[in-house]
């Protein structure tokens, strides 16, 4: 294994890192998820064109009709783009079965999946290094008669170097000394895998000394998984030891513990290592929110780059020391990635906190009333409620009494009822500037019903539109249990960007009322100004 004293004696960290994107293909073993043909489309136009990716795996080879689907129209919208060859399938040593597959999908690169240590090659192929090898050939050269480049994965490679080295050079001789097959024995490049995540980095750079020393003129790539928690730290590694390439999958989603997270990846390279890539970082924040849609997997609130709080002070002394000469910042501003900086409101926030979000809303108190209101906001958090910066105004009417924060539309009565083998319906009578007005409708449930009435009220009696809503999105408060209050948020499409309110009530339907009365407030008060 390497030792810290070698360190210094590793390879030059490259100036440019090549990174591929697997979310389509090894992404998409992550337990409980399957991606539509459009949806892969979707993602892979972003990957491509937005992102910036320089290579995506989209689809594994002969597994199924909708993933023929799929793969047929990634490649037919990248050959309409001139960006073709940058789309990949992973293939097998099938006799050619997976390099006819990709070629009826229009597709001109094959990830040739092969075996890296000596036992997955004798115990699962139950073949020798030298029937394996030639079979590999042979694919190779099947491929380049199909005009599909061939780039070639070592299963296992992490447990070939570490059980049987001699293997793993044995394949790795063979292959790019066959001389009939051109360059690298017709191979573009050689993707290494630590396939059961059991690699560390010293044992990372440590492999790629003894590849890249043997093999120096060789492109390789690495390939991580998360089981130890160290793909990120092990892929780094890697290009400090020479790697050329590096695979990633959006949000690291992944079997078992998934893969190298592609926006940690990206901001360590850039920051700590001083590396160029073509990712477009100010994307990847889109991208995360996309690929978290459409895979059902939630992102955690806490991972770097793209999570919910990485960019939210919560600590008022924080919030202090960013007001004087940016004491709390680093690399990582969040305009970088397309997102902002936020500060918490809750019974950590201070003084600091609520100043800095007041400045936003353009709200000027008194010390005297700012320490008021910090003292409310504290109180509620106690509660474990969640205070949002659109809440603000109102405990601020609410702390100070102050007239002209007073509710400007406000709910009269309200009736919602539902019935078997009936459309759920809403009566609604709401006030707005002193005027109160009266609608009914039937919507597709309780809450659906009552904003259909809304609707109703704003363009028959008003003339106006009303937002639309983005996400409905229910919870306990954090720390909650099950007899806990419930919590709604909502967010609405507003002026071209989203609003965002929360309600909280024992009832579901009472909560997303109140979240949707404080949008029509905080609307109503832009519109009077």
């Known amino acids: 294994m390497g030792t810290p004293e070698k360190l210094n004696t590793y390879h030059r960290i490259l100036p440019f890192v090549e990174i591929m994107d697997s979310t389509l293909r090894d992404g998409e073993q992550t337990n409980g998820v399957s991606f539509l043909p459009h949806e892969k489309l979707v993602m892979a136009r972003k990957l491509l064109s937005d992102v910036n990716v320089d290579r995506i795996e989209v689809a594994s080879a002969r597994v199924s009709e909708g993933e023929h689907e799929a793969v047929s129209k990634i490649c037919a919208y990248a050959q309409k783009m001139g960006l073709l060859s940058r789309v990949e399938v992973l293939g097998f040593v099938d006799g050619g079965q997976s390099i006819d597959w990709i070629d009826s999908c229009g597709g001109l690169v094959v990830n040739l999946l092969a075996k890296g240590s000596l036992k997955h090659c004798t115990h699962q192929l139950h073949k020798t290094p030298e029937e394996h090898i030639n079979d590999i050939l042979s694919e190779v050269e099947y491929a380049a008669s199909k005009g599909i480049s061939v780039n070639l994965y070592l299963e296992d490679w992490s447990n070939g170097m570490k059980d049987s080295p001699e293997y793993v050079y044995q394949l790795m001789d063979a292959i790019t000394s066959s001389s009939p097959l051109g360059k690298q024995g017709g191979v573009q490049r050689f993707m290494l895998p630590d396939t059961l995540g059991v690699m560390n980095p010293l044992q990372v750079i440590e492999y790629f000394r003894k590849m890249i020393k043997r093999y120096p003129d060789v492109h390789f790539d690495f390939h991580a998984h998360n089981d130890y928690d160290l793909a990120v730290s092990n892929s780094l590694a890697a290009v400090l030891s020479g790697a050329k390439g590096l695979h990633v999958t959006v949000n690291g989603l992944g079997e078992r513990c998934g893969n190298a997270p592609m926006a940690s990846v990206q901001a360590i390279l850039k920051d700590q290592f001083h590396a160029k890539t073509n990712i477009v970082e100010s994307q990847l924040n889109d991208l995360s929110r996309m690929v978290e849609s459409f895979s059902g997997i939630t992102v955690a609130p806490n991972q770097p780059i793209v999570g919910e709080n990485v960019f939210t002070q919560v600590a008022g002394v924080h919030a202090d020391g960013d007001s004087k000469d940016k004491l709390y910042y680093n690399e990582l501003v969040p305009e970088r990635f397309g997102r902002k900086r936020e500060y918490a409101l809750g019974k950590n926030s201070g003084k600091a906190n609520i100043a800095k979000n007041l400045e936003e809303l353009g709200l000027e108190l008194t010390p005297e009333q700012t320490r008021r209101v910090t003292e409310r906001i504290t109180e509620l958090g106690d509660k474990k409620e969640i205070v949002t910066q659109e809440d603000l105004p109102f405990i601020v009417s609410d702390v100070l009494k102050h007239d002209g924060s007073e509710d400007k539309v406000k709910l009269i009565s309200y009736m919602v009822s539902t019935a078997y083998g009936l459309r759920p319906g809403a009566n609604v009578k709401v006030e707005i500037n002193g ?95």
Do not use: C
Not at 448 to 471: E, S
Not at 495 to 514: F, S, V
């Open 435 to 529: 005027h109160q007005y009266d609608g009914s409708a039937v919507g597709d449930g309780q809450y659906d019903a009552f904003v259909k009435a809304l609707r109703y009220i704003y363009k028959k009696h008003l003339n106006r539109t009303f937002p639309m809503l983005a996400n409905y999105q229910v919870t306990i408060p954090p720390g909650g249990r099950t007899d806990a209050l419930v919590q709604t948020v909502i967010s609405w499409h507003y002026n071209g960007g989203i609003l965002r309110t929360r309600g909280l009530d024992a009832d579901q339907t009472e909560a997303a009322i109140k979240a949707t009365f404080k949008m029509l407030n905080i609307v109503e008060s832009e519109t009077s100004k």
